[in-house]
């Protein structure tokens, strides 16, 4: 299998997303940084647990993953993001049944990839803690963007503080299962926060948020 798998390497002449390694999308020493890094703990107003700090390799996989359509990076990135959300669920006791809630991404950049890739890692995350725990786990998208939201990239805090600041709206959830936030990177916290101003609005608090990757902060927690 393993002499197949370098044949079809050579054949398809790609590159590993993360690191740019003649391969497939994902090479072995990626996969083996993804399998390896321990979960932490980022302060914000909830709990927000980054399986990943921001930083190559697990940075190229994730922009590979959002814009260059490289799908099949969803199942070992939900696989980490799982891991983050069950240290957020866990943390709250024994495992009941939970409600994963995404951060919704703005419609320009769901019709310019042609998928919600943060939905889309949810399911995966969501599928992984079903198989695992056996306990009723679903996805439900209970928010949404209600106002104008530029693309984060390239503002600071402020800006990016500014941008978000009441555009999300949330709905009730239905039975009033605990939820995780769920979203792929962190970096300032403004995203996330505004998702918990607009959950506890609707009448629901999360546990706490559970992410890819996050920026590490010099007021974060040290690994949990």
Not at 57 to 65: D, N, Q, T
Not at 81 to 110: D, H, Q
Not at 167 to 172: G, I, Q, S, V
Request: a positive charge; aromatic letters at 4%; proline letters at 8%.
């Amino acid at each position: 299998m393993r002499v197949w798998d370098a044949t079809l390497d050579v054949l398809l002449a790609g590159r590993c997303a993360g690191c740019g390694a003649p391969g497939r999308t994902l090479c072995p020493g990626c996969r083996s940084a993804l399998a390896g890094e321990r979960p932490w703990r980022v302060e914000l107003p909830v709990p927000v647990v980054a399986a990943h700090e921001y930083r190559d390799p697990v940075r190229g996989l994730v922009v590979a993953y959002k814009e260059r359509g490289a799908w099949t990076l969803a199942g070992p990135l939900g696989r980490r993001l799982a891991i983050a959300a069950a240290r957020v669920w866990g943390g709250a006791g024994p495992p009941a049944p939970l409600t994963v809630v995404p951060v919704p991404s703005r419609a320009e950049a769901v019709r310019e990839r042609g998928l919600d890739t943060t939905l889309h890692l949810s399911r995966m995350a969501v599928g992984v803690l079903r198989r695992s725990t056996g306990v009723p786990v679903r996805v439900v998208a209970a928010l949404r963007i209600a106002g104008q939201v530029e693309d984060q990239a390239g503002l600071d805090t402020a800006g990016r503080r500014a941008n978000v600041a009441g555009a999300f709206r949330a709905r009730p959830l239905p039975d009033g299962l605990p939820a995780v936030l769920v979203d792929d990177v962190c970096t300032t916290g403004a995203t996330l926060g505004e998702a918990v101003r607009a959950a506890r609005a609707a009448g629901w608090d999360p546990l706490g948020a559970a992410v890819v990757a996050a920026v590490r902060l010099r007021s974060d927690a040290s690994r949990s």
